[in-house]
């Protein structure tokens, strides 16, 4: 087997297994009261904006980028 | 989560991405803006845990008196606009450009709000949907469209957000008009392969 063959392997399993984990989530989201599940996905995307908000002053404006020849339309 | 003739009713706690639509949308009802919230924070509104810092909102297309009094209210509920003031909100629009909204002083998270300029957006927002978050109307695009249009989309995130929302919503969907869209957009095969998944 091939190196681009192993990878492709990997990569289709890997993506399997994040379906499989989608579909198990929306079963227990489907199962469970909405206090409970909201609980964990409010405290993922609370985090995430937090830590996004801690580090945001740090982002260049975009009118930095709104010019740039590196961007497409 | 409850699937009625009204709509859809979650009851959970907001989390602070919620709250930031749940206040613009509240302004912009004040204002009687028809609005749909659209893409991939639809996934996260049912319950998908992934990370998002923000929401498209797409509203009908309106004047510079609607355009001023909605900054002025946006203004006093706490909000700037985090891209460009708020006061260019009607030019902003009008050039089919995007607004972002954020709470004052910060860019994230954001409601990315833009006029309606294709088809796709009309029809996100002629078949929107309220769901009712811990007490509070939101209009969201039809799930059954969201689902079409993000498999058409076809990065791997957009894909596992239709997976998702396929999922959580079942046999809540109505199938004819997720089919129609299906096909109107040209993706039976990402269709095919979702249900196969």
Same mark, same amino acid.
């Given at each position: 087997?091939?190196?681009?063959?192993?990878?492709?392997?990997?990569?289709?399993?890997?993506?399997?297994?994040?379906?499989? !984990?989608?579909?198990?989530?929306?079963?227990?989201?489907?199962?469970? #009261? /909405? *206090?409970?599940?909201?609980?964990?996905?409010?405290? $993922?995307?609370?985090? !995430?904006?937090?830590?996004?908000?801690?580090?945001?002053?740090?982002? #260049? /404006? *975009?009118?930095?980028?709104?010019?740039?020849?590196? $961007?497409?339309? | 989560?409850?699937?009625?003739?009204?709509?859809?009713?979650?009851?959970?706690?907001?989390?602070?991405?919620?709250?930031?639509?749940?206040?613009?949308?509240?302004?912009?009802?004040?204002?009687?803006?028809?609005?749909?919230?659209?893409?991939?924070?639809?996934?996260?509104?049912?319950?998908?845990?992934?990370?998002?810092?923000?929401?498209?909102?797409?509203?009908?297309?309106?004047?510079?008196?609607?355009?001023?009094?909605?900054?002025?209210?946006?203004?006093?509920?706490?909000?700037?606009?985090?891209?460009?003031?708020?006061?260019?909100?009607?030019?902003?629009?009008?050039?089919?450009?995007?607004?972002?909204?954020?709470?004052?002083?910060?860019?994230?998270?954001?409601?990315?709000?833009?006029?309606?300029?294709?088809?796709?957006?009309?029809?996100?927002?002629?078949?929107?949907?309220?769901?009712?978050?811990?007490?509070?109307?939101?209009?969201?695009?039809?799930?059954?469209?969201?689902?079409?249009?993000?498999?058409?989309?076809?990065?791997?995130?957009?894909?596992?957000?239709?997976?998702?929302?396929?999922?959580?919503?079942?046999?809540?969907?109505?199938?004819?008009?997720?089919?129609?869209?299906?096909?109107?957009?040209?993706?039976?095969?990402?269709?095919?392969?979702?249900?196969?998944?």
């Amino acid at each position: 087997m091939s190196d681009s063959e192993r990878r492709e392997r990997k990569h289709d399993r890997n993506q399997r297994d994040r379906h499989r !984990q989608i579909r198990e989530w929306a079963a227990y989201v489907r199962s469970h #009261p /909405d *206090e409970d599940w909201g609980e964990q996905v409010n405290t $993922l995307v609370n985090s !995430q904006l937090q830590s996004a908000r801690h580090l945001e002053a740090e982002r #260049p /404006d *975009e009118s930095v980028f709104r010019d740039s020849p590196l $961007l497409d339309e | 989560m409850e699937f009625t003739e009204e709509g859809v009713v979650i009851d959970k706690p907001p989390s602070d991405l919620d709250r930031l639509i749940l206040d613009v949308s509240a302004v912009l009802d004040s204002l009687d803006i028809e609005h749909a919230v659209v893409s991939c924070y639809v996934a996260v509104l049912f319950g998908r845990s992934r990370a998002t810092e923000d929401i498209d909102v797409i509203t009908e297309r309106f004047g510079e008196e609607t355009a001023t009094a909605l900054a002025t209210e946006l203004r006093n509920a706490g909000y700037w606009g985090s891209a460009m003031p708020l006061s260019d909100l009607h030019e902003t629009l009008r050039d089919d450009l995007p607004v972002r909204i954020a709470e004052d002083g910060h860019r994230v998270p954001n409601v990315e709000l833009t006029f309606a300029t294709d088809r796709d957006d009309r029809i996100s927002l002629e078949n929107a949907i309220t769901v009712t978050l811990d007490g509070e109307p939101l209009r969201v695009g039809s799930l059954e469209f969201q689902i079409a249009y993000k498999l058409d989309m076809g990065a791997q995130k957009d894909y596992e957000d239709a997976l998702y929302l396929h999922e959580v919503a079942g046999s809540n969907l109505n199938r004819t008009a997720l089919e129609q869209y299906v096909t109107e957009l040209g993706v039976e095969n990402e269709y095919e392969r979702l249900r196969e998944t």
